[in-house]
């Protein structure tokens, strides 16, 4: 069954070269050496798909580099393995604040983002560059751009929206971006158009930076005995297996892909991720959404793991079921490395990524029917799951390198620090 969606193709979303194109293989090697003093910052101590970018790039930067984090976590051991230096400059109560926060809640936190931008700002003095990966790092750096007086880059990693934000962040975003920020990088198209709905800056004025995978980690898994890779990991041998990657939260959609599981008699679902940013009572509602709907003994609940190149090759199928416009998607590109058909929810960056028919399969979000029915196709034809699984690969591999990002992003930094 195919969607009536309108989906854009990947060549002519891929043709906003705001930075120009050097040559992938000669890209680790020329660029690092001529890199300015660079400032990390970013607010979560939490494996997201923004702190995944931020890793390779600041395991990219080491020599002249450091990172602030704003609360600690397993992301500051993961930089630290890469040489990273890392200082974590934490205030729980500015970390507790929500992304629907009431202008109340943000005077509250007052004296304690005070600390934290003159902190960053101390630090940010003994660098070339700042540059913000996350909004609350957003915030707190460019507040104080009048104590360290460096240029300022943004990597913006969300769709700026009421979809995903509140009226205050929103707009605390628009000013400090139009004030205290000098460049900002996006991570799709569909991110730059948000930029401009808010702030008025062009779309095609900013840089876009896909996140880039290392398709090799997952050429490395040997995939070949299926059986044993899935004892490995506890899984079924012998059942179809659907797998859904990302943090446990509502508008990643796990519940959509249990209603989809409910209308597919022997499929199984594998849901690897955990409930990053206090979403735990959405994980216990997706428990009882599955022994509600029967399906709990098809349904295993993998939690957080590190090895998801293996996991994602021990699938039949990757799911992608955001029910909001999703900014990027790492985990579809992983799909497509790891060469297996990806279903993928049609809205944001994702139609950026994915070309229906040809490298993956686009349903539209929110519809566990036409879900189901996608499954259901790619389950019937395996020739055709097999030819996208194939030609994404080779998309995973062309468009969203490792090198074609760090290419783009030291550029962008070597730009702002002019
Ligand atoms: N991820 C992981 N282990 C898990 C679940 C997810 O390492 O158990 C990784 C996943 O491989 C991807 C990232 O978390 O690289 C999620 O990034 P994505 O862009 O898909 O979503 P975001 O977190 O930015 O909303």
Redesign the pocket.
């Known amino acids: 069954m195919r969607p009536t969606i309108d989906v854009s193709p990947l060549a002519s979303s891929l043709a906003q070269p705001a930075l120009s194109d050097q040559p992938a293989s000669s890209a680790r090697t020329t660029h690092a050496a001529a890199l300015p003093a660079v400032l990390f910052v970013d607010q979560s101590g939490q ?4 702190e ?1 970018a931020l890793l390779q790039l600041a395991g990219h930067c080491t020599a002249h580099s450091e990172v602030v984090l704003l609360s600690d976590g397993p992301f500051r051991m993961r930089l630290e393995a890469l040489g990273a230096r890392v200082q974590v400059i934490s205030d729980a109560r500015v970390s507790g604040v929500v992304r629907q926060a009431s202008v109340m809640n943000c005077l509250r936190v007052v004296p304690g983002i005070v600390r934290q931008v003159r902190a960053i700002a101390a630090r940010a003095r003994q660098f070339d560059v700042l540059f913000l990966n996350t909004q609350k790092a957003l915030v707190l750096g460019a507040l104080g751009k009048p104590l360290h007086r460096r240029p300022v880059i943004w990597y913006q ?1 969300d769709i700026l929206t009421r979809e995903h934000f509140g009226r205050v962040q929103l707009s605390i975003v628009k000013w400090l971006v139009r004030l205290a920020v000098d460049h900002v990088v996006v991570n799709s198209q569909a991110s730059a158009r948000s930029l401009e709905a808010l702030t008025g800056i062009a779309a095609n004025s900013v840089p876009v930076v896909y ?1 880039g995978i290392d398709a090799q980690a997952f050429t490395r898994v040997d995939g070949s005995d299926m059986s044993a890779l899935r004892e490995r990991l506890g899984l079924p041998k012998d059942a179809w297996l659907a797998g859904l ?3 446990l939260a509502p508008w ?1 959609g796990q519940h959509i892909a249990l209603d989809a599981l409910a209308r597919l008699p022997d499929a199984h679902l594998v849901l ?3 409930p990053l940013f206090g979403e735990d009572a959405y994980a216990q509602r997706l428990h009882e959404q599955a022994a509600a709907l029967g399906i709990a003994d098809r349904v295993h609940f ?5 090895d ?1 190149p293996a996991w994602m090759k021990a699938m039949d199928v990757i799911l992608h079921t955001s029910t909001e416009p999703e ?6 590109v ?1 799909g497509m490395a790891a060469a297996r058909p990806v279903i993928a929810a049609a809205a944001g960056g994702v139609t950026e990524i994915v070309r229906h028919g040809r490298n993956g399969w686009l349903v539209k979000p929110g519809d566990a029917a036409a879900l189901a029915g996608a499954i259901g196709t790619l389950r019937a034809d395996p020739a055709l799951a097999g030819r996208l699984a194939k030609q994404a690969l080779s998309d995973a591999r062309s468009e969203f390198s490792v090198e074609r990002y760090l290419q783009r992003m030291t550029q962008a930094i070597r730009q702002a620090a002019r």
């Open positions: 494996l997201g798909g923004a995944f990693h996140n990657f990302g943090r990643k690897v991720g955990a993998a939690g957080f793991q590190d998801v900014p990027f998607g790492r985990v579809i992983e």
